[in-house]
């Protein structure tokens, strides 16, 4: 009986063990990979994200959810991210049944971190896909048709046939006249190209949306993103009237390692596009 009591006692203690470091200091930093633009209602849509213990190591063997809800609506989705690629990155495949402002966040180990709004378009009607397939194809068989008859022509020449060479003439005129106008037709990639012009004020709301995305606002109070945050530890400074060159800012982002060799800030991966976007956000006032 004693031995069975023995035997209760130590599990109880080994659990209690194992939980303690979980409860105590267990916080992790959500950095998504790439902010999600122009969502289109039920398009298949990769999330991918890092997941870092404390802000720096990554983090294995999680078993992330990621929620979802439209605004003014109590319904939620949710789908479950796998483990893919590196130590302690993560990707699921999620789709938004319907346009409109949808509410989303991501919670692993301790935290549940809000990502920035999603702002979902109408689905893509089936008419507006790419339109390979009405190239025409008339001019090119006119083309062909008028090379046939060049030909045709040529060897009507050769037995001295009287309309001869007015064949070989119109075959020309034709054949030129389908060549020209199948070239002049748009190609589908040239319809679909468009130029985004980004103006100063939408960089510095991108940069808003990454500083919550990046998990930024998880080490640092910064007042624009504070409502949003269920969770903070501010490790770093407030960033709220911090400015600074973006020379400086530059490289403090991509690797605080190489401005400091003592910076306990991580370097989280970012883009030279996300860079420029996060400046332009700390800066602003
Ligand atoms: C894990 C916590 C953590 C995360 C996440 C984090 N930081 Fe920091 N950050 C710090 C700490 C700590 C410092 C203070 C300097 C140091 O010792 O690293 C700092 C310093 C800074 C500074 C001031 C640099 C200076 O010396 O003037 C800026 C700006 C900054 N962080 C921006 C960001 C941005 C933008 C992000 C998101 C892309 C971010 N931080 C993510 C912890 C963090």
């Known amino acids: 009986m004693k031995k069975i009591f023995f035997g209760f006692g130590s599990a109880f203690l080994l659990a209690l063990a194992c939980t303690i ?28 994200f890092m997941i870092r213990q404390h802000g720096v190591t990554p983090l294995s063997g999680q078993r992330p959810i990621i929620t979802a809800s439209l605004a003014e ?24 049944p319907q346009a409109g402002e949808w509410e989303w966040s991501i919670a692993a180990f301790t935290v549940k971190q809000p ?31 008028g090379l046939l008859g060049v030909l045709g022509g040529l060897l009507a020449l050769q037995r001295k046939v009287r309309w001869a060479a007015a064949l070989v003439l119109a075959g020309f005129l034709v054949s030129g006249a ?26 510095a709301e991108l940069g808003r949306d990454l500083f919550i995305a990046k998990g930024c606002m998880l080490c640092h109070s910064h007042a624009e993103t504070d409502n949003l945050r269920e969770f903070g530890v501010d490790m770093g400074p407030n960033l709220t ?27 989280l991966g970012l883009s030279d596009s996300e860079i420029e976007a996060l400046i332009a956000f700390i800066n602003s006032d």
């Open 21 to 48: 470091p979980a409860l105590a200091g267990g916080w992790a930093v959500i950095t998504l990979d790439e902010f999600p633009s122009a969502v289109h209602a039920s398009q298949s849509l990769e999330i991918g």
């Open 73 to 96: 609506s109590n319904d939620t989705i949710e789908f479950f991210a796998r483990e893919e690629g590196q130590a302690g990155h993560y990707a699921a495949e999620i789709s938004l």
């Open 115 to 145: 990502m920035p709004p999603l702002t979902v378009l109408n689905a893509v009607p089936a008419a507006s896909k790419p339109v390979s397939s009405s190239f025409n194809s008339l001019p090119l068989f006119a083309a062909g048709f």
């Open 178 to 203: 389908g060549f020209a106008s199948a070239a002049d037709q748009p190609t589908a990639e040239s319809e679909a190209q468009e130029i985004v012009v980004i103006s100063a004020e939408s960089q």
């Open 241 to 267: 009237s911090y400015s600074a060159s973006p020379e400086f800012l530059r490289l403090w982002l991509k690797d605080p390692l190489t401005v400091k060799s003592t910076a306990q800030m991580p370097t």
